[in-house]
């Protein structure tokens, strides 16, 4: 059973180029969502999804975008990569059920710089 | 806006010591959740809590839960090298659709144990 499975581990792109970070899941969640990390600041969430088709912005939303057109997949898009987006990604799926905690996992993470 | 806030960010321990963490929040939620994060690693599911006055423990770590001061502890008891790593607390905003899966986290607490 893999989890959740991020692609690419690593990356380093150049400011103004595009790029798609990979997430997907086998766990049959309904629930997906994008986080960053920064140094000293948590995680923040950037994208989330409650279903295959429907997807809403989170925290900080600017600069990414985001589609689910399975269960399976939740990919991140950089449209532009500006510095400001060095930092590391998770992507994290849940159940979701609303009304019971449930364990929410997380991928391995992605580490990205924009130079 | 939800606001999660940790104290202490960092905590020096010696072996065989007790300490507390502490996770305040801003908004009513009723689900929180512990993570631990080892460097350069995902997180790591340590509790889920979801009612007032829950207490769920797992070996060295005891985590509780007041809603009504709206307030989390994650104690560790015994304290040895191996848990060493920087433990999150996040909450469930409720913000983002009302759903599980989109956290709020703290900034993060930085456990050292030393011998």
């Known amino acids: 059973n893999a989890g959740v499975t991020q692609t690419p581990k690593f990356q380093v792109l150049k400011t103004g180029q595009s790029m798609t970070l990979q997430c997907a899941q086998d766990?049959?969640?309904?629930?997906m969502s994008w986080y960053r990390q920064d140094p000293g600041m948590g995680l923040r969430l950037i994208h989330y999804?409650?279903?295959?088709?429907?997807?809403d912005q989170g925290e900080v939303p600017n600069g990414y975008n985001v589609s689910r057109s399975t269960t399976e997949d939740f990919p991140l898009r950089l449209l532009s990569a500006a510095p400001s987006q060095t930092s590391v990604y998770f992507c994290?799926?849940?159940?979701?059920?609303?009304?019971?905690?449930?364990?929410?996992?997380f991928g391995e993470g992605s580490w990205l710089t924009v130079v | 806006e939800l606001k999660v806030e940790q104290n202490p960010l960092f905590l020096s321990m010696q072996e065989g010591k007790n300490y507390t963490i502490y996770c305040n929040y801003s908004?009513?939620?009723?689900?929180l959740y512990w993570y631990r994060q080892d460097p350069g690693k995902s997180l790591e599911s340590l509790f889920v809590?979801?009612?007032?006055?829950a207490v769920k423990q797992e070996g060295r770590l005891m985590a509780s839960l007041d809603t009504k001061a709206r307030l989390s502890t994650l104690h560790i008891t015994a304290a040895v090298h191996d848990l060493s790593a920087t433990y999150f607390c996040?909450?469930?905003?409720?913000?983002?659709?009302?759903?599980?899966?989109?956290?709020?986290f703290g900034k993060g607490t930085k456990l050292s144990v030393k011998p």
């Open positions: 994290a799926s849940s159940r979701g059920t609303g009304l019971s905690g449930n364990t929410i996992y």
């Open positions: 766990m049959n969640h309904e629930y």
């Open positions: 999804s409650v279903g295959a088709g429907i997807t």
């Open positions: 908004t009513t939620s009723d689900r």
């Open positions: 809590l979801l009612s007032n006055g």
């Open positions: 996040a909450v469930d905003s409720g913000n983002y659709g009302g759903s599980q899966g989109n956290l709020i």
